[in-house]
């Protein structure tokens, strides 16, 4: 008993060798632990990344908390949610989000101002690379992680076709910031069956398993506490009664306080449920410890 | 064998620079700085040549040993000699024409438990006396880009006590 837990506590010692250091929280570069995507992951607005959130390193424990809203011409998206972050290493997050059909959801048939809701719960594991320190070498940080789902209303959602109210999306992200010439760049493989980010549920009466879908981002440094650039994400088509788009949007992130950001961009999210394009403004706050 | 060359070497790096502390001998090097210089001369311009060199080194280290968050690694630590040094290694890797004669950079840090945090803070510190200077952000990020993988042979070096018990 002894001797196995002794042996257990020498492995995880091995594993985490800054636990021999000093433990200390905080001390992150400004904007590298991201911000808040829709999904709660560390990432940009609509892509999560490989960085983990909140400020600490690799000596310590962080988190952040987001709100964010986005202004459609016929829908509103609100999302919250909070992240932590563990040794620069592991990162887990929580969000809810609310999609409101405003007057949209009589025209649809299921009243107005009718909502969908989702929890998802995430959790990231960084495998291997340094998007920030590794100037040297082209290796990117890499991630790896699962996004579980619990869409509200599940009989709406089987009544518009899905097959599930709940289901797991698997991610790898690779993020790199290539600090001579100021960029800062990422690509994400999603492996989902989810409608519309969950929210109409998942899989379809065209397509029920996971498909990869791709999140691509790419942004240039302005100032230390200013990025901006673009994001695009593919998303599945699996739901017969409407056809589903692609989403990218325009984005700057400033951190206006070393524990505080906020993001602004204009975000097309294509048709949603047959109503037609859903361009809008996306604005997303966040604190981070 | 002969010990001339021995004592020799020994007696070139005996010729402490006025106002330093004598360091314990070590082989001289520009491979010591860490990283290679850049090709071009536009950088050394952007820096504003010695002078702005000098007056960020300058700024940098009268802003870490005033800073809370790692002034304590400095303190007891030869500050004429860690300005003299970095302004050798900020002028060669900026193709401003110097040799660097400081020690290798895990040499230089090795058993200051230094973390990460501290890495960022010095970068950040680095980053206000760059800003200070007025020079400009591509500019500052390729010095940095430069200067960042430092970090591998910088935080938590402990090379030289890896022999020592419980070390
Ligand atoms: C890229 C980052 C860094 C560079 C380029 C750098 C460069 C240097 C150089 C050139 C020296 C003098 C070497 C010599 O005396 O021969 C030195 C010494 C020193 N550095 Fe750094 N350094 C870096 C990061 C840090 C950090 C993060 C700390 C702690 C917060 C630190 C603390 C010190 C101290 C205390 C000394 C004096 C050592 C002594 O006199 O024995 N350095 N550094």
Redesign the interface.
């Known amino acids: 008993m002894f001797k196995s837990a002794l042996l257990l506590s020498t492995a995880i010692v091995a594993a985490f060798?800054?636990m021999a250091?000093?433990r200390?929280d905080?001390?992150?570069?400004?904007l590298t632990g991201g911000v808040s995507s829709v999904d709660g992951a560390a990432g940009g607005g609509l892509a999560s990344w490989a960085l983990i959130a909140g400020d600490e390193?690799?000596?310590?424990r962080g988190g952040s908390a987001h709100a964010t809203y986005v202004a459609l011409p016929d829908f509103d998206l609100t999302s919250a949610g909070v992240a932590a972050g563990f040794s620069?290493r592991v990162e887990i997050s929580y969000a809810y989000q609310r999609f409101d059909t405003r007057k949209a959801g009589a025209a649809l048939g299921l009243g107005r101002g009718f909502t969908f809701g989702q929890h998802v719960i995430g959790a990231k594991l960084r495998l291997a690379g340094d998007a920030?320190?590794?100037?040297?070498?082209l290796m990117p940080q890499v991630a790896v992680g699962v996004q579980y789902h619990i869409a509200e209303k599940a009989p709406v959602l089987r009544a518009v076709g899905a097959r599930e109210s709940e289901s797991a999306d698997f991610y790898i992200a690779a993020t790199k910031i290539l600090?001579?010439?100021?960029m800062v760049v990422n690509g994400t493989v999603r492996f989902t069956n989810a409608n519309q980010f969950g929210l109409l549920g998942f899989g379809g009466d065209r397509h029920r398993g996971r498909s990869a879908q791709f999140e691509g981002s790419a942004g240039k440094?302005?100032?230390?506490n200013l990025l901006a650039g673009v994001e695009y994400r593919t998303k599945p088509d699996n739901l017969g009664f409407a056809q589903e788009d692609d989403s990218y949007d325009l984005f700057v992130a400033w951190a206006f306080h070393r524990h505080a950001s906020l993001t602004a961009a204009y975000v097309d999210l294509g048709d949603i449920a047959t109503v037609k394009r859903q361009r809008g403004l996306f604005l997303s706050l966040q604190g981070s410890l | 064998m002969s010990f001339v060359p021995i004592i020799l070497l020994l007696m070139t790096q005996a010729a402490t620079p006025p106002g330093e502390q004598p360091v314990a001998p070590y082989p001289h090097h520009n491979a010591n700085a860490g990283?290679t210089p850049f090709a071009d001369a536009r950088m050394w311009q952007a820096f504003h040549e010695s002078a702005g060199v000098g007056r960020i080194v300058d700024d940098l280290v009268a802003t870490n040993i005033a800073d809370p968050?790692i002034s304590d690694i400095f303190k007891g630590q030869d500050m004429v000699r860690l300005r003299r040094t970095l302004k050798e290694q900020f002028c060669y890797l900026l193709n401003g024409g110097c040799d660097y004669s400081g020690r290798a950079m895990a040499a230089a840090h090795a058993d200051m438990?230094i973390?990460?945090?501290?890495?960022?803070?010095l970068?950040?510190n680095l980053?206000a006396a760059m800003r200070r200077e007025h020079v400009s952000?591509?500019a500052q990020?390729?010095l940095?880009?430069?200067l960042?993988?430092m970090?591998?042979t910088i935080v938590?070096q402990r090379d030289l006590d890896r022999r020592r018990p419980g070390g």
């Open positions: 060798p800054a250091h000093e200390r905080g001390g992150k570069l400004l390193t690799e000596d310590g620069n920030v320190w590794d100037q040297d070498r600090l001579a010439q100021g440094l302005l100032a230390a | 990283a968050r438990g973390q990460d945090a501290d890495m960022a803070a970068v950040e980053q952000f591509a990020n390729r940095l880009a430069k960042a993988p970090r591998r938590k």
